[in-house]
């Protein structure tokens, strides 16, 4: 089973860190007591497993009965020209 799961992994290669960038995921990852590489998939992965805003917002236009965008922008706007 381990096999399978190393022969399903892809690899990933960023280029152009800025180096401050680099140090504190370093020292981030040193404080978490893991390599960088392990710590930047940590990261990765949990960036990945939530949705993005995008995501969030197709859902939710998806669902019935619900105020458009344009419907909210306008009420937003409509309260901020009372004050």
Do not use: C, F, W
């Amino acid at each position: 089973m381990q096999d399978a799961i190393l022969t399903s992994m892809k690899s990933l290669q960023v280029r152009n860190v800025p180096e401050p960038t680099h140090n504190v995921l370093r020292q981030r990852a040193a404080a978490a007591g893991m390599s960088l590489s392990d710590y930047v998939l940590a990261e990765l992965e949990r960036i990945a497993s939530r949705p993005s805003v995008a995501e969030v917002l197709r859902r939710a236009e998806a669902r019935s009965g619900g105020a458009s965008h344009e419907a909210i922008v306008a009420a937003v706007r409509a309260g901020r020209d009372r004050d």
